[in-house]
């Protein structure tokens, strides 16, 4: 009876005093602050600028939430209803973020949030070996793999990844490209063009200009070649250094500007070269274009050319208007449009030449609207060509200068960067063209066979990344010293010497030693 009263009297009402205070502990816990933190996950990985965009959020006293890296407080800064840590960027590695939410009863507990993540900024490791020439209609298939462990794309569609990071991607005939994407978890990306190559089949060809090939006499001795089985390729100008297009074009642009003239009758003469079995190279002069140049600069069009530093157009020897700006899109769309026009028409092969930056000190040139590299933007450039060309069945190729193999910035040729992007490389390797001592040669152009066939070997090798055929211009035109068929002929077997079989003869007048050049049976 006794304990019973005394719990009634001092346990019982304790008891009930405590209920409320047990209530309110259990509330407390239940509505403690929530802290949510976007852009990092525990057990996650982030690029080091990304620390500073995770955002915190809480229904509690933000004011009085602590933020603490790796055990250390560090400032926040406010956006919105949002906190941002205001750090630095971390160094790569395994970090911990904390944040600490008091509740607003400060005898009351709050909550603490705590995630561990890495930090990471590296890249991850793609490659992707050279993929083998393959004849046009033929399927292709590139192989790659990754080191870390990361998502692959290829031309934006998701690849499987094997768990040896190795991956394959089967490649539809006549695509020119693939463009292979690695992701890894903190969102660091890696891409990597790999070129498809088409083997080329080989030429032994020369050079006609429009006039040339609208004369009688000047045309069929080059038939007479092609006959004898001693050429089985004809490089016929479509657009010249004039910035003349040789048939009547029906490119918008060419025709507005006068540029689409009447000297050839181009499917005839498609027709024909097709009927005698010859392939047709069609040679585009790219950025040298007085005729659009004088057309742009006149229209108020002025970023259209290369200008000097006092903003006027660059002359630099070929004439006022003589260089358009090959970062200026409008000028790539008009020779894109003449390329992917001229592979339509039945042209085997779109050659482009002058495509570079013009000769000469770039401190005094100026290049309106470039925003990386001459190098760079020239071989963006031949990346946009060829599948505008290879749509239509045709070869991209471009003549590049014999000093591109050595001094590549000289002119904006980088040899490894272009031939990623087309089929074959043609240099311009004329003995007259090289100063004396170069390669070793004492006097080059006396020497055709010692100066082609040391230059020519530097092409082999940086073409060889890229699978590109090197198919070079050889000199059959005199200047200081008479050319006949024994020059010819010498740099014919300097080409061989490095592997090559393929060549195109150069005169600008359009009349070729035959006798250079052995019969070869036709099949």
């Not at 971390?90 to 973020?97: D, I, N, R, V």
């Not at 004039?242 to 003469?269: C, F, T």
């Not at 014999?402 to 040899?415: F, K, N, S, Y």
Request: proline share 8%; charged share 20%.
């Amino acid at each position: 009876m006794l304990e019973t009263a005394f719990a009634r009297r001092y346990v019982l009402p304790v008891a009930a005093a405590l209920v409320p205070i047990a209530l309110l502990v259990m509330v407390a816990y239940l509505v403690r602050p929530d802290v949510r933190v976007a852009g990092v996950t525990d057990g996650g990985a982030i690029q080091p600028a990304a620390l500073g965009q995770v955002e915190i959020t809480t229904n509690g006293d933000a004011d009085r939430i602590q933020v603490l890296l790796d055990g250390a407080p560090v400032p926040t800064r406010w956006e919105g209803e949002r906190i941002h840590l205001d750090v630095p960027e971390p160094a790569e590695g395994e970090h911990t973020l904390e944040v600490r939410s008091p509740n607003t009863a400060s005898v009351l507990p709050g909550r603490t949030t705590e995630l561990t993540f890495t930090v990471d900024g590296t890249p991850p490791a793609l490659a992707a070996p050279p993929v083998p020439a393959t004849e046009l209609d033929t399927a292709a298939t590139v192989h790659g793999t990754v080191h870390e462990e990361s998502s692959v794309l290829a031309q934006g569609e998701p690849v499987e990844v094997a768990d040896d990071g190795s991956f394959s991607v089967p490649v539809p005939a006549g695509t020119p490209m693939v463009t292979l994407e690695a992701r890894d978890e903190a969102g660091n990306v890696t891409t990597e063009d790999v070129s498809i190559p088409v083997r080329h089949p080989g030429m032994r060809a020369v050079h006609m200009t429009a006039h040339a090939w609208a004369s009688k006499a000047l045309r069929e001795p080059i038939m007479e070649m092609a006959r004898e089985g001693r050429i089985d390729t004809v490089q016929l100008d479509i657009k010249d250094e004039s910035g003349q297009i040789g048939y009547l074009s029906e490119v918008p642009l060419a025709n507005e500007i006068g540029a689409a003239k009447d000297y050839y009758d181009v499917r005839a003469a498609l027709d024909e070269l097709h009927a005698a079995g010859l392939r047709v190279a069609g040679r585009i002069v790219v950025f040298r274009d007085p005729v659009l140049g004088e057309a742009a600069w006149s229209s108020g069009n002025t970023d259209w050319l290369v200008q000097n530093t006092n903003g006027n157009p660059w002359t630099g020897g070929y004439g006022e208007y003589a260089f358009t700006n090959f970062a200026n899109p409008d000028v790539r769309a008009y020779n894109l449009d003449i390329a992917r026009e001229a592979a339509a028409l039945g042209f085997d092969e779109i050659l482009y030449d002058y495509i570079r930056r013009p000769d000469g000190h770039i401190e005094q040139m100026q290049f309106p609207g470039l925003t990386t590299t001459p190098e760079e933007s020239i071989a963006s450039f031949l990346a946009e060509s060829r599948p505008l060309v290879r749509e239509h069945g045709a070869l991209l190729g471009v003549s590049v200068f014999g000093i591109a193999a050595t001094r590549p910035t000289q002119i904006a040729q980088d040899i490894p960067a272009m031939s990623k992007y087309v089929d074959y490389v043609s240099p311009m390797t004329y003995p007259s063209h090289w100063g004396s001592g170069e390669y070793g040669v004492a006097n080059p152009e006396a020497q055709p066979y010692d100066i082609t066939a040391r230059s020519l070997a530097d092409f082999v090798t940086l073409a060889e990344e890229s699978s590109t055929t090197v198919i070079p211009w050889l000199q059959d035109f005199s200047l200081r010293i008479p050319y006949g068929p024994e020059e010819v002929r010498a740099q014919i077997e300097a080409a061989e010497a490095n592997g090559i079989d393929s060549f195109i003869l150069w005169n600008a007048g359009c009349r070729y030693h035959a006798e250079a050049l052995d019969p070869v049976p036709r099949e």
